[in-house]
């Protein structure tokens, strides 16, 4: 079973910023905390990941608390391409996806 | 720098045929996974493989199923005597060097069984 929670759907203005948070109270201390993408029908696409430390990349900025039990993914000026369903996934080794937040934009 | 590779990306089949998936890693990697993912549902863990070896197949259903990395050639995927449970979309992804890297996915082969 996956080892996240997050919530199933949240809407976003286009050109706000998404703010997705993500649940992951019994994740330990190897595991890292992954962020995927799923836009209708495609392969996921690997957006971020991190151990304690925030991370930033061109897509997105990962924010995890200090004790490491929940984390935000925060896409900076969200359009309508990142409507998708964003996976939160804990892991050390082998990827389980959960269900995931359905992310729609608005126009 | 091409990502992974997938073909076919569509593959019809009739119930008791044969399905055979192929995947080509990222350049660079060594390391290869498969995930099925059924309408309305999420990704599920099938197999890992490396080269010539298969690492991990928990994930993988007793019957039917089997997969293989040679040495030379894409990865494959076997589905024998498929039903018609077995449509769904079959993700590959892998990674450079081991199970505890970031693992890339291709864009996947959609599999109908009639």
């Known amino acids: 079973d996956a080892k996240t929670t997050q919530p199933p759907s949240m809407d976003c203005a286009e050109g706000r910023a998404a703010n997705l948070p993500c649940n992951h109270s019994?994740?330990?201390?190897?595991?890292?905390v992954y962020w995927y993408r799923q836009i209708h029908s495609q392969g996921p696409q690997y957006i971020i990941h991190g151990l304690k430390n925030n991370e930033t990349n061109e897509m997105a900025s990962l924010i995890i608390t200090e004790d490491r039990k929940s984390s935000t993914l925060i896409l900076p000026h969200a359009t309508l391409r990142d409507t998708a369903v964003y996976y939160c996934i804990v892991r050390e080794d082998k990827i389980i996806f959960g269900k995931g937040t359905r992310l729609h934009i608005l126009p | 720098n091409a990502g992974v590779m997938q073909n076919p990306r569509h593959l019809v089949r009739r119930r008791g045929q044969e399905a055979r998936l192929r995947c080509s890693p990222m350049k660079g990697h060594s390391h290869v996974y498969w995930y099925r993912q059924l309408p309305e549902e999420g990704l599920k863990f099938m197999v890992y493989l490396q080269k010539e070896n298969i690492i991990d197949e928990s994930g993988m259903p007793k019957e039917r199923f089997s997969a293989e990395f040679p040495k030379e050639g894409p990865s494959i995927l076997r589905i024998q005597q498929v039903v018609r449970g077995d449509s769904a979309a079959y993700f590959c992804a892998s990674s450079p060097q081991n199970f505890q890297e970031t693992q890339y996915f291709g864009p996947g082969t959609r599999l109908l069984v009639l």
């Open positions: 019994t994740i330990s201390g190897n595991e890292y």
